[in-house]
């Protein structure tokens, strides 16, 4: 097998991909959120949006730490 183990960039989980289950379905709140705000508020970019969101009272600790995360890897 010449799989290379992965761990969640966020929790350290083993994962195949760059973030966990749990973390994943966050991830994927914070993309699908991306393409409602382009709709709401036309051009926005990846990092504003996720800046704006970040502000945000009513994000959640786990889309917080993806959002962290994403403007880390920028
Ligand atoms: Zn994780």
Known sequence: MATTK?????CSRATADKYCEYHCK???KVISGYASWKRALGDISWVDY???LL?????????KDIIEKELNIQ
């Open 6 to 10: 992965a761990v969640c960039l966020i």
């Open 55 to 63: 502000d945000l009272q009513e994000t959640g600790s786990s889309i």
């Open 26 to 28: 966050s991830f994927d």
């Open 50 to 52: 996720l800046t704006k």
